[in-house]
């Protein structure tokens, strides 16, 4: 069974340019949630599509938004990037939005903003 | 001091027995994490608690938030439970890691 996959492994963008990040779920996994790594400050919450619709978004500014299609893949968007958007961004899915659900996470896109 | 800390370190045991890991933290927290890291680095959510007891299949997890101490148990262990679980909480937006557990369960 194939993972969570993400692409791009690496991305190189300069101030205030847009990033798009890919995410694709297991197979069968209706959930994708988002996550900023950034150094020093832990794993922070950003967003949770289930089903197609957005359902809950952590403390981050508007300019970081995404989607979810409907075959469940799902995208990040990052807009005016700033330095400290560099960060280890991953995505995990899970089979429902109930919280006790396993998250399965992606091996992550590493954006670097120049 | 490390502000989580995990017990065991490691533990062996066999198919079938009860297994219990410890983990005790010396910070504020608004959530504490339960994950699974297998070999090969895939790392897996268990739980997410801020109080109580959550329960999945053979996993049961538990939290006191007065001792600042959770456990994570599994019944009925089988081998393709071995893995690495590491408890993790969050604090003032940070995730701060323990240094994990590796669980291996003989047949």
């Keep these: ?114 | 001091k490390n502000e989580v800390e995990q017990s065991p370190q490691n533990l062996t045991a066999q198919e079938g027995e009860f297994i219990t890991i410890n983990c005790s933290y010396s910070v504020g927290i608004s959530a504490l994490h339960w994950l699974q890291q297998h070999p090969g680095g895939g790392i897996v959510s268990l739980f997410m608690l801020s109080s109580g007891k959550k329960k999945h299949g053979r996993l049961i997890a538990t939290i006191n938030i007065q001792e600042k101490h959770s456990s994570l148990h599994i019944t009925a262990s089988h081998p393709r439970d071995s893995a690495v679980y590491i408890c993790a909480v969050v604090s003032n937006y940070q995730l701060i890691w323990g240094a994990g557990t590796k669980l291996i369960i003989k047949p």
């Design chain 1, 1 to 114: 069974e194939a993972g969570v996959t993400q692409s791009p492994t690496h991305l190189i963008k300069t101030r205030g340019q847009q990033a798009t990040l890919r995410c694709s779920p297991i197979s069968g996994h209706t959930s994708v949630y988002w996550y900023q790594q950034a150094l020093g400050l832990g794993l922070q919450f950003l967003l949770w599509y289930d089903e197609g619709e957005e359902r809950n978004r952590g403390n981050f500014p508007p300019r970081f938004s995404g989607r979810q299609f409907p075959n469940y893949s799902s995208e990040l968007n990052v807009n005016a990037l700033e330095l400290e958007d560099s960060a280890l961004y991953l995505c995990a899915s899970s089979s429902t939005g109930e919280d006790h659900q396993p998250q399965h996470f992606g091996d992550g896109t590493r954006l670097s903003i120049l």
